[in-house]
C-alpha cells in the first residue's frame, strides 16, 4: 500500500499547532485528539517542524517550570523527515526504524 492509499482511508485530520503555541495548549491538543505528535506550521501556513509527545518531556526536563513559557518553536524538532504520497508502505517503515522516528508526515 502507498502513503496515498493510508490517507484516504484516514478517518481523522491532521492535527497542527503554529510555532507560537505554549507548552499548555500543545499538551492539551494531544491529549484532547489522542495523539502523539503535532504538525507545526510556520507563519506563511508551511511545515516548520513537528512537536511529539517526546519533545515535551525534554522540554521539561531541560527547562523545569520555565517550559510553561515556552512555544512550539522553542521545543519543536526542525529537521523533519517527511515522505511523499507514491512511496510504499514498507519504504516508509524502513525509513522511520533507519532514522530512529516514530512520526513522519
Do not use: W
Amino acid at each position: 500500500m502507498t502513503v496515498a492509499g493510508i490517507i484516504k482511508h484516514r478517518l481523522s485530520p491532521v492535527i497542527t499547532a503554529t510555532e507560537l503555541d505554549d507548552f499548555q495548549s500543545l499538551s492539551e491538543k494531544l491529549a484532547l485528539h489522542n495523539i502523539g505528535a503535532l504538525i507545526v506550521l510556520d507563519s506563511v501556513g508551511g511545515l516548520g517542524g513537528i512537536v511529539s509527545e517526546r519533545d515535551l518531556v525534554r522540554a521539561v526536563a531541560e527547562r523545569k517550570q520555565a517550559v510553561f513559557a515556552a512555544t512550539a518553536r522553542d521545543m519543536m524538532t526542525k529537521k523533519v523527515f517527511v515522505c511523499t504520497p507514491d512511496e510504499s508502505d514498507t519504504q516508509v517503515m524502513l525509513y522511520m526504524v533507519d532514522k530512529h522516528i516514530r512520526h513522519m508526515p
